[in-house]
T-cell receptor
Framework: DVKVTQSSRYLVKRTGEKVFLECVQD?????MFWYRQDPGLGLRLIYF???????EKGDIPEGYSVSREKKERFSLILESASTNQTSMYLC??????????????????FGDGTRLSIL | DAKTTQPNSMESNEEEPVHLPCNHS???????IHWYRQLPSQGPEYVIH???SNVNNRMASLAIAEDRKSSTLILHRATLRDAAVYYC???????????????FGKGTKLSVKP
């Protein structure tokens, strides 16, 4: 079975801190994603990576950056944490659709999430 | 992605089959139907997906109407562990965007009674 591991289940940080969320997958998937999930707003994509060192902005990239130096690891960085970044953060990975960078016909495999609180 | 409509909640008894409906009347010919579920305090979990034909896997079956305007996720014998929110999502194989990200609606909250 695919395993996507997020470094922390719960994290509490202070406003203005630089925060790192780490995600590792063990199935050699090309594509990796960072989402946040908030009540009433569903799942929203922050950033997406389709290869090492490649990244694309999702729907809500402001205040975040990402790093993918190795295929199995995708890091989300909150440059200067703010209270409106308190949320559940979910990492996912998937194979690519053949001949594409997309994952329309491939399942996405999620980690258990990091519940981040910014005080 | 086209829209889907699901009931807000459903109840089932343990060890009985569960049929979770999804309406997608504006589905296009290139839309795949995906189902995910999310257990409390966990990340979403892929369940099954299909295009036109019915699909089976170890977790569930997916029955797709002939006109593809609706589909049903079938759990053959519900267990307490199946209590979760189930999301029906359409994904367009002609999606011109660069992400292929998932967009979850409100889903159906399934309760399973012992």
């Amino acid at each position: 079975d695919v395993k996507v591991t997020q470094s922390s289940r719960y994290l509490v940080k202070r406003t203005g801190e630089k925060v790192f969320l780490e995600c590792v997958q063990d199935m050699d998937h090309e594509n990796m994603f960072w989402y946040r999930q908030d009540p009433g707003l569903g799942l929203r994509l922050i950033y997406f990576s389709y290869d090492v060192k490649m990244k694309e902005k999702g729907d809500i990239p402001e205040g975040y950056s990402v790093s993918r130096e190795k295929k199995e690891r995708f890091s989300l960085i909150l440059e200067s944490a703010s209270t409106n970044q308190t949320s559940m953060y979910l990492c996912a990975s998937s194979l690519r659709d053949r001949g594409s960078t997309l994952t329309i016909n491939q399942p996405q495999h999620f980690g258990d999430g990091t519940r981040l609180s910014i005080l | 992605d086209a829209k889907t409509t699901q009931p807000n909640s459903m109840e089932s008894n343990e060890e009985e089959p569960v049929h979770l409906p999804c309406n997608h009347s504006t589905i296009s010919g290139t839309d795949y139907i995906h189902w995910y579920r999310q257990l409390p305090s966990q990340g979403p979990e892929y369940v099954i997906h299909g295009l036109t034909s019915n699909v089976n896997n170890r977790m569930a079956s997916l029955a797709i109407a002939e006109d593809r305007k609706s589909s049903t996720l079938i759990l053959h014998r519900a267990t307490l562990r199946d209590a979760a929110v189930y999301y029906c999502i359409l994904r367009d194989s002609n999606y011109g965007g660069s992400q292929g990200n998932l967009i979850f609606g409100k889903g159906t909250k399934l309760s399973v009674k012992p």
